[in-house]
């Protein structure tokens, strides 16, 4: 489902990247590749096909490299501006890329794909009438588990299910009015958390496909699971 309409969204982009080094110790992790592409230019082209139609940029760690790829790319360039906060918290970032956006920006992490469809959050956001929405995850244990009865009998055995709590995955939509809750300097957790104790944060659910790159282990797992996404996007 499609956005009807222009919505900005920014990209937070600056970060180390430290467990997944080495790459990026030379390469910023928004530029890490998949399949032959940035991850960054992955993000973008799904944004995009989805009706996002201005891109911000926040960028710090090995910055001019993204400013590069981005002046590079026909089909970003002239919709994307990047703004370099240096080593700063995130709130410190969304607050400098605030000025760039229009009533509404939809924020994402630089080192996630997720097919979230867009356009049903906008009507989810805007039915809640709340300053944000946050997409939410299933909680996926990362290992098998068993169950057994009083007397120590096992009696079931779950491979890696899926756990009864959801997990922040980003692509918040939020209202101008939501950065004047910010704090500079603070982290998310406390301006979700400030939005959330007045009733102004909403959750959506997402259960389609994420992806995260945050070591090499998800690399290589991203990897694999991209071509999903390029079907969709090259069709």
């Known amino acids: 489902m499609a956005v009807e309409g222009d919505l900005s969204a920014i990209i937070l982009c600056g970060g180390r990247g430290e467990r997944l080094r080495p790459y990026t110790d030379s390469v910023p992790k928004a530029l ?4 032959g592409r940035p991850l960054l230019d992955h993000v973008l082209r799904y944004l995009r096909l989805s009706g996002v139609g201005r891109f911000v940029l926040c960028v710090g760690h090995l910055a001019d490299q993204i400013e590069r790829f981005v002046a590079g790319s026909a ?6 501006t990047c703004v370099n906060s240096g080593d700063a918290s995130m709130t ?3 607050l400098d890329a605030s000025p760039h956006v229009g009533a509404r920006a939809l924020v994402c992490y630089g080192d996630t794909l997720a097919n979230v469809e867009i356009g049903a959050l906008l009507n989810f956001h805007r039915a809640c009438g709340g300053l ?9 244990s990362p290992f098998g588990i068993v169950a057994a009865d009083a007397a120590g009998r096992v009696t079931a055995f779950a491979e890696k299910p899926r756990l009864p709590y959801w997990i922040n995955i980003g692509y918040l ?15 998310m957790d406390e301006f979700l958390s400030a939005l959330a104790r007045v009733g102004r944060l909403y959750a959506y659910r997402h259960s389609g496909k994420h992806l995260t790159v945050n070591t090499e282990k998800e ?3 991203a990897e694999e699971q991209i071509v999903e996404f390029l079907t969709v996007m090259d069709a």
């Not at 890490?32 to 399949?35: A, E, Q, R, S, T």
Request: glycine share 2%; hydrophobic share 45%; with cysteine.
């Open 32 to 35: 890490v590749p998949l399949n």
């Open 75 to 80: 089909e970003f360039r002239d919709a994307t």
């Open 92 to 94: 410190d970032r969304l």
């Open 132 to 140: 944000a929405t946050l997409t939410v995850y299933p909680l996926h």
């Open 173 to 187: 939509l939020c209202e101008r009015e939501a950065f004047a809750a910010m704090r500079r300097g603070a982290d």
């Open 219 to 221: 690399r290589a797992l």
